[in-house]
């Protein structure tokens, strides 16, 4: 629960369970007296100056562009074939009567009086959340279009089969089960990929709020809860280090390999080497040269997206994610313009990845074994970018110049594996370490993002504590990412 609800309703607790709201602008009061003061002076204000100005549209109001204020597009999210949605005109009739009777009645008793108390705060709190995100008019599913299955979910995982989306911030959203249900039709399907289910755990503990600057793309997100905000703030700690884990190859970032199985180090991945060396000894008078370069090597992406491989693609995506690191750490006046444009080349290349491999972009490393090393360093890479760029979703605005709801949950997706297995230089030293873990119950057992927020949720339990354990012993620097993460699930 929020701080500033238990703030509230410890102080209603305190003056004799009064509460009441004001029927024009919703204000809460728990003294008598205040809220007599208050509802003559907004009556007045509401005969003298009535709100009735029409606000734009969410897209025009982000990116600061005048609204047509047409229906039911306007004729700039017509253009740019993006939703469309208008806030809600406010209710000034007294929306909230009932409550207020119950909070004035004074037949009822204290307990009655807090249990409104309790429900009408949990409602505020719900409401002020779907407002400012734009999910009250059913246009949520598709507001970026980001791509067919990176969806509001903000993960990459679309298996074909149906699938289970709350796609909506409420009191109703709220389930009481722990575990999600894969629908008759998912388990009716035999096919050769899992039937993923994209859920909304029981508690949103990472409120998202999109003041002015958090809708700025690859600007900070500003989270609710304070234990969340300090878990964005260590896993950023931890992300602005992968740059300068650039310079050299027996450093590199966790979600991309040492390339120790090739000859030649792959094109896309060298370039970002040399661009990682002017990033890091970048000045005022070189940083127009480092995005213009950066700029140039984004747009190559494009012009061979039809001629790259799915292993070409694969390498392409990661250095872009380094350069979305690069441009979240170098902030400036032209940040959300770079960051809108990268992120378009970044799901051009999530949509032609598709294309190629005809499946899932991830699949779990258990129920998709890999024949050679060869094929288990693409498909753990494929994980590995996976979780990196889910764990970005929570932490960053990913916004692409149009209104964009929080990235859900997504129990399936696949975690990565141990790091003496990625780390490994030779194919004897992989097949070793293939072999060890196999024997073990973490890679069975913790899989998914899912499986380690249960443990992380129940480390009361022995069992959880042991593989919580295991985890931490066999993972690496994105391992102790995903733990953060479940903080900001």
């Known amino acids: 629960m929020d701080v500033s609800i238990q703030s509230f309703k410890s102080s209603s607790l305190a003056t004799a369970g009064f509460l009441s709201l004001c029927p024009l ?29 029409q606000k734009s549209c969410h897209a025009c109001r982000t990116t600061k562009t005048k609204c047509s204020f047409e229906h039911p597009s306007c004729s700039r999210c017509l253009l740019w074939d993006i ?8 209710d000034y009739k007294g929306s909230h009567g009932a409550a207020n009777m119950i909070s004035n009645d004074p ?20 409401v002020h959340s779907t407002d400012v995100l734009g999910t009250d008019d059913g246009s949520f599913q598709d507001v970026t279009k980001f791509i067919s299955d990176l969806d509001a979910s903000g993960t990459f995982f679309n298996s074909g089969l149906n699938s289970v989306t709350y796609a909506s911030f409420g009191a109703d959203v709220i389930q009481q ?39 700025r793309t690859l600007t900070h997100l500003r989270l609710g809860n304070p234990a ?21 190859q027996q450093t590199f970032p966790p979600f991309i390999h040492g390339q120790w199985h090739r000859s030649v180090m792959p ?34 992406f494009k012009d061979l997206l039809d001629t790259y491989s799915a292993q070409e693609i694969l390498t392409a995506a990661q250095a872009l994610l ?46 998709h074994p890999s024949a050679t090393w060869e094929d288990w360093i693409f498909a753990e890479s494929r994980r590995r970018l996976g979780c990196l760029w889910f764990l970005i979703t929570r932490i960053v605005s990913v916004r692409n110049g149009a209104e964009c709801a929080s990235y859900d949950y997504n129990y399936f997706l696949p975690v ?39 443990a992380h949720r129940q480390s009361y339990d022995p069992m959880s504590a042991f593989l919580l354990d295991a985890w931490d012993a066999s993972t690496d620097k994105l391992g102790t990412l995903m733990s953060l993460c479940v903080s900001l699930v």
């Not at 008598?32 to 100005?53: I, K, M, Q, V």
């Not at 080497?273 to 090597?297: D, K, V, Y």
Request: a neutral charge; charged letters at 25%; proline letters at 4%.
């Open 25 to 53: 602008c919703d204000k809460a009061f728990i003294k008598e007296h205040s809220y007599n003061r208050h509802l003559s002076y907004c009556r007045r204000r509401f005969r003298a100056n009535p709100t009735t100005r």
């Open 83 to 90: 939703p469309c949605i208008y806030d809600r005109p406010r």
């Open 107 to 126: 037949t009822q008793s204290s307990l009655a009086r807090w249990d409104a108390g309790e429900n009408l705060s949990t409602s505020l709190d719900c």
């Open 177 to 215: 089960n722990h575990r999600p249900q894969l629908e008759q039709s998912s388990r009716e399907t035999a096919g050769s990929s899992l039937g993923y289910v994209l859920w909304t755990p029981p508690k949103l503990t990472a409120t998202v709020h999109y003041g002015d600057q958090s809708t």
């Open 228 to 248: 969340s905000q300090h878990c964005a703030v260590l896993a950023m700690g931890i992300i602005r280090a992968f740059p300068q884990m650039m310079l050299r």
């Open 267 to 300: 094109e896309e991945i060298a370039n970002c080497m040399s661009i990682a060396q002017i990033f890091t000894a970048r000045t005022s008078e070189t940083r127009g040269f480092l995005w213009r370069t950066i700029a140039a090597e984004a747009q190559r």
């Open 322 to 367: 380094i350069y979305m690191i690069m441009a979240i750490i170098d902030q400036d006046e032209l940040t959300s313009e770079r960051g809108a444009d990268m992120i378009n080349t970044f799901k051009l290349l999530c949509i032609r990845f598709k294309d190629l491999i005809n499946g899932p972009f991830a699949e779990p490393d258990h129920m």
């Open 416 to 454: 990565c594996s141990a790091k003496t297995m990625w780390e490994a230089r030779t194919r004897e030293e992989w097949e070793s370490e293939l072999a060890f873990h196999e024997v073990g119950r973490i890679r069975r057992e913790l899989w998914n993002l899912g499986a380690l927020v249960d």
